[in-house]
């Protein structure tokens, strides 16, 4: 024991004077040494100088070694003034008053764990909230295509698989740039704790090379992916999904080979383009991909991915392609017959001369939204595939609304054109009128080939003022149109037709036709979902890159959602007896929505402090919510990654530490 000594103001003289405390060292069960304070002595400069203040602490331990045992380490008289020894006897009972010695109890057992991990309510903070379900779900499907150990197999290092399996859970949860990524991967994520790359290594600059490292292997990851997904879930390819999209550059991409000006369906006419292939199966997993010049022509690209297609599956198997009509030309029908492919598709045009199949009958469907379909198998003397009439009321009440809109508006400018005719600065001259007429027709060409337009012209004999020379002006002075003949412009409305070499019914094909909605639902998913358009990349390798990291996180996506697509038979709870069973529902939520599910589900770090002076840190993960414990139990997946990493430090050694190290510490 020792007094130490404060300088504060004295109540009693108004100064400042030494204010004294009795403190104790010791060690604790760690070997560290440290102090408290046994009592709150107070003023003692006027009672005591520092070698009595001294004398008065001998005389205390002196005591306590009495009752304890042991012997001090030097032996030193006493020869105390009566005062010094009741100051020492008051201090002594204060002490034994107030349990702050043993004096004679039976010494403490080690505390138990039980007992360390009692903590202060006060002392429990939170400073570090991440998320952790969207890449918890995620992992487990990369890990359920076992795609890690492929990326080692093909030369990927530890670090290298981990940065990329980061990345692309990275894009498949929060789709951004790299720069963006590597911002939210360091103060939103867990996923560093779920794949083990430190997470002090994420920059932009590695999420580049990890993406242009990927992009590199592109060939085997999707040839890898194509045949482990048929093998997981027991696909047999019999259906091949094939369409085109594009997506736009933000910046002029002057020295690229790829980007180009060309028809872009987000109506970015301003922006250079490229255009991306997939075929796709019934289930919507990827086969092959290709990036074409952004002015390739739809019907151009059909005849390298089928000869690529054929490559990879075996010859002896016939496939059915579904194709869109801008790709359905008769040459690209051709090859895929003689590739040993069938083909169902919707025809480029309308049937004129054809008649109903007298050996058919109408068939009537309906469509997802319960909307009633007609169809009627029919045969035309210039084909000899297999057509089938569709007549949609739903469509056909669309296009007539469309047609009067165009029809309104193709008159109207007509109109327009014949005012002007009989205004004295009106535009009458002959080639000029037509020239308006025809941009019109141009503006309008679905509806104005039904209009006949006749004009009244009349020859008009002009005297130039200069010249004094006369010539003759060719003069519109009224025109009329009216609808043809024999022609009704709403006639063919909601009418399509299919077109296969299959022989199948007329229920069949519909049902093998509208797989081409998987598709587009693909290209849905891409674009919006995984944040594929626009592509900020200056270069042409950065760019593939960018949607080849986009396509894996699709692998990913169409993972779980397929999973979660199919129907399950669960047992009833109420026919548990009778082992009856029900089928649950499938889960057909949007990508969007599963992730903001998911992200529910929080991992937490957690500091706390015990009354041994010690800092518990622990990391726990969130209970899953009952939606999310149902997406994890329709995918059998485990539902926490892990239940609790826990580590105890001193209260001194915590002080020194931040957030970053303890996210080291834990991972």
């Known amino acids: 024991m020792y007094f130490r000594s404060s300088i504060r103001p004295n109540p009693a003289t108004g100064q400042l004077d030494s204010y004294y405390r009795l403190i104790e060292s010791y060690r604790n069960e760690t070997d560290r040494v440290c102090h408290r304070t046994l009592l709150n002595v107070g003023f003692l400069s006027e009672l005591f100088n520092t070698d009595e203040l001294n004398q008065i602490r001998r005389i205390i331990c002196k005591r306590y070694q009495d009752i304890v045992g042991g012997n001090e380490l030097f032996d030193i008289q006493y020869n105390n003034p009566q005062r010094i020894i009741s100051f020492a006897d008051k201090l002594w009972n204060d002490l034994v008053a107030n349990n702050r010695i043993d004096i004679g109890q039976k010494p403490q057992k080690a505390p138990t764990e039980r007992q360390r991990n009692m903590v202060f309510e006060e002392s429990i903070r939170h400073p570090d909230v991440r998320e952790i379900g969207s ?26 698989t981990g940065l990329a399996v980061t990345q692309i859970i990275s894009r498949a949860v929060y789709p951004a740039s790299e720069l963006e990524t590597a911002r939210w991967i360091r103060e939103n994520s ?7 790359y430190p997470i002090e290594k994420i920059t932009k600059d590695k999420l580049y090379k990890s993406s242009l490292k990927l992009f590199s292997a592109k060939e085997p990851i999707e ?50 383009i490229v255009v991306l292939a997939l075929v796709i199966n019934a289930e919507g997993f990827i086969k092959y991909s290709s990036i074409f010049e952004g002015n390739m022509q739809e019907s151009k690209t059909l005849k390298g991915i089928v000869t690529k297609l054929r490559s990879r599956t075996s010859s002896a198997q ?55 379909i007609k169809l009627q198998k029919v045969v035309s003397e210039k084909y000899n595939d297999f057509f089938v009439k569709v007549d949609s009321v739903a469509k056909r009440a669309k296009e007539l609304s469309m047609n009067n809109r165009f029809q309104e508006g193709f008159e109207k400018g007509l109109s327009i054109i014949e005012a002007s005719l009989s205004k004295k600065s009106g535009i009458k001259k002959e080639e000029k009128v037509y020239e308006r007429v025809g941009r019109l027709k141009q503006k309008y060409p679905s509806i104005s080939k039904y209009y006949e337009i006749s004009y009244t012209v009349e020859t008009e004999t002009i005297n130039k003022k200069k010249t004094k020379e006369k010539t003759e002006v060719r003069k519109v002075t009224s025109m009329c149109w009216k609808i043809k003949q024999d022609v009704e412009p709403d006639a063919e409305s909601g009418t399509y037709f299919l077109r296969t070499s299959l022989q199948v019914s007329e229920e069949m094909l519909w049902t093998i036709y509208n797989i081409i909605r998987e598709i587009e639902y693909s290209f849905r998913t891409l674009k919006t979902d995984l944040d594929l358009r626009p592509i900020y990349h200056k270069k042409d390798d950065p760019s593939m890159a960018h949607l080849h990291l986009g396509l894996l996180a699709y692998w990913v996506v169409n993972t779980v959602r397929y999973q979660l697509k199919k129907t399950e038979n669960k047992p009833d709870k109420k026919l548990e007896l009778a082992k009856n069973e029900t089928e649950t529902a499938p889960i057909n939520s949007q990508w969007k929505e599963i992730v903001r599910i998911m992200n529910t589900q929080k991992s937490v770090l957690t500091v706390s402090q015990n009354r041994y002076d010690e800092v518990i840190i622990s990391r726990r993960c969130s209970d899953p919510t009952p939606k999310v414990e149902e997406i994890y139990n329709r995918l059998k997946y485990k539902s926490k990654p892990f239940t609790k990493r826990k580590f105890v430090v001193h209260k001194s050694k915590f002080e020194k530490m931040d957030i970053a190290e303890l996210q080291c510490f834990l991972i």
């Open 135 to 160: 890449e918890w779900l995620c992992y487990q499907a990369l890990e359920q295509l076992k795609l890690p150990d492929f990326l080692t197999n093909i030369g990927f290092s530890e670090e290298e």
């Open 223 to 272: 040839d890898y992916l194509s045949v482990k997904t048929n093998q997981l879930f027991d696909i047999e390819d019999k259906i091949y999904i094939y369409d085109l999209t594009n997506t736009y550059f933000e910046g002029r991409k002057k020295r690229s080979k790829l980007a180009k000006f060309g028809r872009s369906k987000e109506k970015r006419s301003d922006c250079k």
């Open 318 to 372: 016939r496939a059915v392609v579904v194709i869109d009509a801008g790709i359905a030309t008769e040459e690209n029908l051709t090859m895929l017959t003689e590739n040993n492919f069938d083909y169902v598709c919707v025809s480029r045009c309308k049937l004129k001369d054809y008649k109903i199949d007298a050996h058919s009958s109408p068939v009537e469907v309906e469509d997802k939204r319960k909307q009633k």
């Open 190 to 196: 867990a996923v560093c704790q779920l794949t083990g």
